[in-house]
């Protein structure tokens, strides 16, 4: 099993640009599909997206299509998300997240939280 620690997230203006990393540690990090959510003050948690284990190909929803993108570096076993043309609707707690296949549960990061405001 892994354990996931996120970093990079912080203040910025709209239109501004941002990496996040998720960081694994533990065995086995490259057989693992990975997810970004976040959540917004108030509101629910809400997927952002996620890529396979592979890194051979990523899904986003629609909202951040276009200005996000997923990379991972399982020699690093990093997943990052990087974040274009940030809009204040992109404010909120930012997760990754390894999903267990067997099960369908996922390994939770603590979060990092990301403010886009002028």
């Known amino acids: 099993q892994v354990q996931l620690v996120e970093s990079g997230g912080r203040s910025v203006q709209p239109g501004d640009s941002l990496r996040l990393s998720c960081v694994a540690s533990?065995?086995?990090?490259?057989?693992?599909?990975v997810f970004w959510f976040r959540q917004a003050p108030g509101k629910e948690r809400e997927s952002v997206g996620g890529?396979?284990?592979?890194?051979?190909?990523?899904a986003y929803a629609d909202s951040v299509k276009g200005r996000f993108t997923i990379t991972r570096d399982n020699a690093r076993k990093t997943v990052y998300l990087y974040m274009n043309n940030l809009k204040p609707d992109d404010t909120g707690d930012y997760y990754c997240?390894?999903?267990?296949?067997?099960?369908?549960?996922?390994?939770w990061g603590q979060g990092t939280q990301v403010t886009v405001s002028s």
């Open positions: 997240a390894a999903r267990i296949a067997k099960s369908g549960s996922y390994i």
């Open positions: 890529i396979l284990s592979t890194g051979t190909y990523a």
């Open positions: 533990g065995r086995n990090f490259g057989v693992y599909n």
